[in-house]
Structure formats: structure tokens, C-alpha cells
């Protein structure tokens, strides 16, 4: 796949005009720089947050762990293993589930309504039963991560079972398929676009929340390390952390949509 220069030029156009007019406002002294820094302050700060530790000295450790030494570095490493962890945790619940409630009516009817009730729950609610029943560290924000990615898998799942074409199911049942052959030949493969969806939107989910759970249950990551600048009022650190956060879901997003893109070349007609 190509790129279109033409396409990414366009879309750099609004971020290039804010970030002058940012400059603008800041260098003119139109806003207390403590409140709002330069666009030059923000990204010394990102450099200086990525840059490996000064502390460690690189002639007695290997290049690689020195360059991996970088704050920055560490807590996106950090933030994506819980990321990974709690969306492989809430991804493996909901995929069965919702293969099972979209494709048996009788389960549906035994589970819809007790998800339907927690559904509308926020992760952001289950904080203090995490802390209570994990403790402090990892197992609380991949609790965490998980129940916020688990949701919108399991409903683009059953929506992807449930609203298979019927011309499908009859053609199947004409040539005389059985219940398994139709689930895992007809109804499975016409429900993948639906359940790559979920998953996109699910791990997008994960990346929020892991943000949140990290300002409360650990002590490392993206998030635990915007919560410590605000304490202290580095707002050059807080903005460059949200511009790194930002980059990441970017890059997290363009890997989602190439994976969707080569999973679903057959349904939308490029197999060649």
C-alpha cells in the first residue's frame, strides 16, 4: 500500500497552524509560560525526557540498556504492557462470549442482562474494588484495562454473529451444512469485520484507561509520570508526556488499521 503524500500533507496542515499560533500566544507573552510553555519549551522538555539517564554510565552497561535507561523510554515500555496485558486479559473473555451469545439465542437471553447492567459501568468506578482486591502495581491496572477493553469486543462480536446476511445461512442450510459447519464456514467469517472493529476500538479503550489506573495504582508509566509533573508544575513535562501519549495511539491506530486492512482484503475485494 502507498503512500499518499498528497493525503498526509493535508492532514499536517491544522496541527502546523495550531502549533504557530501556539508559538504566537506564548512568544508574544500573551500567557504566563508556567501556564501554557513554548512549543521550543515542550520539546527540550521531550528530548530531555527521553534521553537516557545521566546517572548510568554507558561504558559499563551494553548500548542497548543504556539507551533503554531513558525515562521516557521506560514508561512507555511501561504503559504498553499493561496496555497488551489487560486487552489480551479482556479480549480472551469477551470473544468466546460473544461468539456464544450471538450465535445461541438461549445464551443471549441468560447473559444479555446482566451485561446490559455493566455494561454502562466505567472502569474508572472499579478503582477502589481493584485496589482493595490487587492491591497496588500491575494487577490492579490490568484489571482495570481489561474491563474497559472487554465491553466493546464483546458487543461488535454478538452484533457480528447476529447480523449475518441470510442469504448466507440458508444457502448454507440448502447444501446441507451442520450448526458447526455453519458457525465456523459462514456465520464466523462474516462476522470478522465486526469483531476487528471491536478489538480496534477495544485496545483504543485500554489505552485510556491505562492512563487513569496509572495515576493511582503504579508507580511508573505515561500517566504515573504527567500526575508526578503536575505535583510538581512542570506543565513543559505534562504537555510533552499528552504529546507522547498522543504519538503512541497514533502508532497503535495505524497498526490496527493496516492489520484490518490485510485480515479483510477478501471481504472488501483485494485479494489481488
Do not use: C
Request: hydrophobic share 55%.
Amino acid at each position: 500500500m502507498k503512500l499518499n503524500w498528497r493525503e498526509i500533507g493535508a492532514g499536517l496542515v491544522v496541527p502546523v497552524l495550531l502549533i504557530l499560533f501556539w508559538q504566537l500566544v506564548t512568544g508574544m507573552g500573551w500567557v504566563n509560560p508556567q501556564i501554557l510553555p513554548s512549543p521550543l519549551a515542550v520539546v527540550k522538555k521531550w528530548i530531555e525526557y527521553a534521553s537516557p539517564y545521566e546517572a548510568y554510565d554507558p561504558a559499563q552497561m551494553s548500548w542497548l540498556a543504556w539507551i533503554f535507561s531513558g525515562e521516557l523510554i521506560r514508561d512507555t515500555i511501561g504503559s504498553m504492557y499493561r496496555v497488551l496485558a489487560g486487552f489480551a486479559v479482556g479480549a480472551a473473555l469477551a470473544l468466546p462470549l460473544g461468539l456464544a451469545m450471538g450465535a445461541s439465542q438461549r445464551v443471549y437471553a441468560w447473559m444479555n442482562p446482566l451485561m446490559q447492567v455493566l455494561r454502562p459501568i466505567p472502569p474508572i468506578a472499579y478503582i477502589p474494588l481493584s485496589i482493595l482486591w490487587f492491591g497496588l502495581g500491575n494487577p490492579p491496572a490490568i484489571f482495570l484495562i481489561a474491563i474497559g477493553a472487554f465491553f466493546p469486543v464483546l458487543m461488535n462480536t454478538i452484533a457480528g454473529v447476529r447480523h449475518v446476511d441470510g442469504i448466507y445461512i440458508r444457502a448454507a442450510r440448502n447444501l446441507g451444512a451442520s450448526q458447526t459447519t455453519m458457525f465456523v464456514r459462514v456465520m464466523l467469517p462474516a462476522a470478522v469485520p465486526y469483531i476487528l472493529s471491536g478489538v480496534r476500538i477495544g485496545i483504543g479503550t485500554a489505552f485510556i484507561v491505562v492512563i487513569v489506573s496509572e495515576m493511582i495504582a503504579v508507580n511508573n508509566g505515561l500517566g504515573f509520570r504527567i500526575l508526578e509533573a503536575r505535583e510538581y508544575f512542570w506543565s513543559d513535562k505534562i504537555i510533552a508526556g499528552m504529546i507522547s501519549i498522543g504519538m503512541l495511539g497514533l502508532m497503535i491506530d495505524l497498526v490496527m488499521n493496516k492489520l484490518n486492512n490485510h485480515l479483510l482484503r477478501w471481504h472488501r475485494g483485494l485479494e489481488n
